[in-house]
T-cell receptor, first 112, second 112 residues
């Protein structure tokens, strides 16, 4: 069966520090991968999605970037964190780009 | 442009009362609509999709293309239904719309 993992589960980082959040999927090949930020009162905001290795689409211009170095690995990064980057980050995967998505457990990021 | 609107950020009902979570969408083609749910300390997960025409945990949702709505309904709410609910839209098979669009979510609280 397919599973999706995210780590770390929680992270506290100072302003200006770098960030790397990792997401991996098991049990499927060539998944579509997504990064979302979930903020109270603002719902679920799509940040990046990827249909294949090295293929990244950005939805919202911001301080973050994403990479897909391997088929089932999706990384969210920042060179210098801002206070506004605090939030709950969700990774998801899907078989088809239009259809059901499966979500990971999330990472709670607090920028201090 | 495609958009999903959930007008109620918060919704509270008493146990046994009917509940309706509203969702309206804007999309010119033939969309696929979904309801996702996130229970406390659990992952975001699919609750139901309109093409399945199924009832899950007593919830149903009918796509009304005339009113561009996909409201989620349950005749008798239970305490365990308390959760955050997200309505989502995709362009459907053959569409050029490449991903899910989520509403901002409705936090449902069912009081005993």
């Amino acid at each position: 069966s397919q599973t999706i993992h995210q780590w770390p589960a929680t992270l506290v980082q100072p302003v200006g520090s770098p960030l790397s959040l990792e997401c991996t999927v098991e049990g499927t090949s060539n998944p579509n991968l997504y990064w979302y930020r979930q903020a109270a009162g603002r719902g679920l905001q799509l940040l990046f999605y990827s249909v294949g290795i090295g293929q990244i689409s950005s939805e919202v211009p911001q301080n973050l970037s994403a990479s897909r170095p391997q088929d089932r690995q999706f990384i969210l990064s920042s060179k210098k964190l801002l206070l506004s980057d605090s939030g709950f980050y969700l990774c998801a995967w899907s078989v088809q780009l239009v259809g059901e998505q499966y979500f990971g457990p999330g990472t709670r990021l607090t920028v201090t | 442009a495609q958009r999903v609107t959930q007008p109620e950020k918060l919704l509270s009902v008493f146990k046994g009362a009917p509940v309706e979570l509203k969702c309206n969408y804007s999309y010119s083609g033939s969309p696929e609509l979904f309801w996702y749910v996130q229970y406390s300390r659990q992952r975001l997960q699919l609750l139901l999709r309109h093409i399945s025409r199924e009832s899950i945990k007593g919830f149903t949702a009918d796509l009304n293309k005339g009113e561009t709505s996909f409201h989620l309904k349950k005749p008798f709410a239970q305490e365990e239904d308390s959760a955050m609910y997200y309505c989502a839209l995709s362009g459907g098979r053959g569409s050029t719309l490449g991903r899910l669009y989520f509403g901002r979510g409705t936090q449902l609280t069912v009081w005993p």
